[in-house]
């Protein structure tokens, strides 16, 4: 089953101190879409996802981090960091 760090996802939220309505908005999606992202009770889409990232303005590590939260990553290896 896919899973996000929702945790996660909402620390680096606060830390750009965005309200759900600006960051909604900053990622062009509907708010809807984005609370039912926060309240887990959907997975973001690709899409959604992308734009989450482009609007937070996350790094790779951080993107990994939120989105492939199983997934062990290794900054010193380049992009091939991904491994199971």
């Given at each position: 089953?896919?899973?996000?760090d929702y945790e996660l996802l909402l620390k680096y939220i606060r830390e750009k101190d965005l309200?759900?309505?600006?960051?909604?908005?900053?990622?062009?999606?509907?708010?809807?879409s984005l609370y039912n992202v926060i309240d887990g009770k959907n997975c973001p889409s690709h899409y959604v996802a992308v734009n989450l990232i482009e609007a937070l303005g996350l790094t790779?590590?951080?993107?990994?981090?939120?989105?492939y939260p199983n997934i062990k990553f290794k900054k010193e290896i380049g992009h091939e960091q991904f491994t199971y």
């Open positions: 089953m896919y899973e996000i309200s759900y309505v600006d960051l909604a908005n900053a990622a062009h999606i509907s708010r809807t790779l590590e951080d993107t990994a981090a939120i989105f």
